[in-house]
């Protein structure tokens, strides 16, 4: 009896933490196929190794040294095409992963594409790079792209109307979050004020949905008034008057300051919003 088949690996956008910078359209970029990357993916190598293309050595800095120094021996540097993922948001997501490996760690970055046409009189739009790397590397990363592809890679900080918006959205299209808790964090507008999180159960947050559901507010709209309310009289604390600064819910993580975790339980919808953000930082 054959043993069953194991169960296919997520999309390499889900489950990890990446940073995020917008990229304006790419000039020159190749093709998306491994012969085409593979060019870029031998030059990079040498520009992690210390080695211009010429080969002369460039010795790392002691802060380079000193971050890198228990990944042990860099081994290898691939770009691959990004395959694409459908679901009724964003159908068509392909770009280029990057996957840099060391003795005893990987990491990896995605460029990925918007769903606009890709490629324009030479310019390719990847408007969405996501990071996985220590600082030294992906330094030297936003360098490459900018010298190879006339682009001006911009850390992307996501503002807080679209956390705002995300959260409501994932709330009602999860029919009050999914079973998982919510943990909220805000921050005072004002010099001084420290931050504030707030962790609402499962329970909590399904009620808090039904709650503005049953209170005739429009679909998506209900969770975070329905919840401001309660804080006001628990905690003194007014929503309107702070800054929502990070989101954990169970589909997904974001950050004002551009970090981003997607999971497949209703994460691909915000994936859709961030690539839009990016898209209008990067055109």
Not at 160 to 178: F, K, M, P
């Amino acid at each position: 009896m054959s043993s069953p088949s194991p169960p296919p690996s997520p999309h390499p956008i889900y489950n990890t933490t990446y940073t995020l910078h917008a990229l304006p359209p790419l000039f020159s970029f190749p093709a998306l196929t491994p012969s085409a990357l593979k060019p870029h993916a031998k030059r990079l190598l040498q520009l992690f190794r210390g080695e211009n293309l010429r080969g002369i050595a460039l010795p790392p800095t002691e802060s380079e040294q000193a971050q890198l120094s228990r990944a042990g021996r860099l081994l290898s540097c691939i770009w691959t095409p990004l395959s694409s993922f459908a679901d009724e948001e964003n159908d068509s997501l392909i770009g280029t992963k990057i996957d840099v490996k060391y003795e005893n760690v990987s990491y990896t970055a995605l460029l990925v594409s918007d769903g606009r046409e890709a490629t324009k009189e030479e310019f390719t739009r990847l408007p969405l790079l996501l990071s996985r790397l220590p600082s030294p590397l992906r330094s030297q990363l936003l360098d490459y792209l900018a010298t190879n592809f006339d682009t001006l890679p911009l850390p992307l900080g996501l503002p807080e109307t679209l956390l705002r918006r995300c959260l409501d959205e994932y709330i009602a299209a999860s029919q009050g979050g999914g079973g998982n808790d919510v943990v909220l964090t805000f921050a005072g507008k004002g010099e001084g004020l420290k931050r504030v999180t707030v962790t609402i159960t499962a329970e909590d947050v399904e009620k808090f949905w039904r709650r503005g559901e049953a209170g005739g507010e429009k679909s998506g709209e209900g969770f975070l008034r329905t919840l401001g309310g309660h804080l006001e009289n628990a905690m003194g604390l007014r929503i309107e008057e702070v800054v929502l600064v990070k989101i954990a819910t169970g589909g997904f993580v974001l950050a004002v300051e551009g970090k981003a975790k997607f999971f497949e339980t209703g994460g691909s919808a915000v994936v859709g919003k961030v690539l839009q953000e990016a898209g209008r930082g990067g055109s």
